[in-house]
Nanobody, 121 residues
Framework: QVQLVESGGGLVQPGGSLRLSCAAS????????MGWFRQAPGKQRELVGT???????NYPESVKGRFTISRDNAENTVYLQMDSLQPEDTAAYYC???????????????WGQGTQVTVSS
């Protein structure tokens, strides 16, 4: 069994910051790419950022320069530092990771339960 548990969401004013965390636990052999996605009401889930096991990051233009993704390989944890938040960043944020379970050869995708981020004055 593998679980991704997120934390750190909440209500913040425009221009403010939040830091999300997501820890993977369970029967894990290796964690490959980890990332964050978000989904606003009535919209499709969209990529927020990814980080490989070597630390290479990727962001869409909508968050580049404002959001920073990082990870702690020893703790199987990924972080999302969000600065200069705007109301359009309001969404449920989901952690994602490609994980090779113990005894397996190929990775499988796993998702966290989601954490709500609301940007409002």
């Amino acid at each position: 069994q593998v679980q991704l548990v997120e934390s750190g969401g909440g209500l913040v004013q425009p221009g403010g910051s939040l830091r999300l965390s997501c820890a993977a636990s369970g029967s894990i052999s290796r964690v490959n790419t980890m990332g964050w996605f978000r989904q606003a009401p009535g919209k499709q889930r969209e990529l927020v950022g990814t980080v490989t096991s070597r630390g290479t990051t990727n962001y869409p233009e909508s968050v580049k320069g404002r959001f920073t993704i990082s990870r702690d390989n020893a703790e199987n944890t990924v972080y999302l530092q969000m600065d200069s938040l705007q109301p359009e960043d309001t969404a449920a944020y989901y952690c994602n990771a490609d994980i090779v379970r113990r005894g397996a050869i190929l990775p499988s995708p796993y998702w966290g339960q989601g954490t709500q981020v609301t940007v409002s004055s």
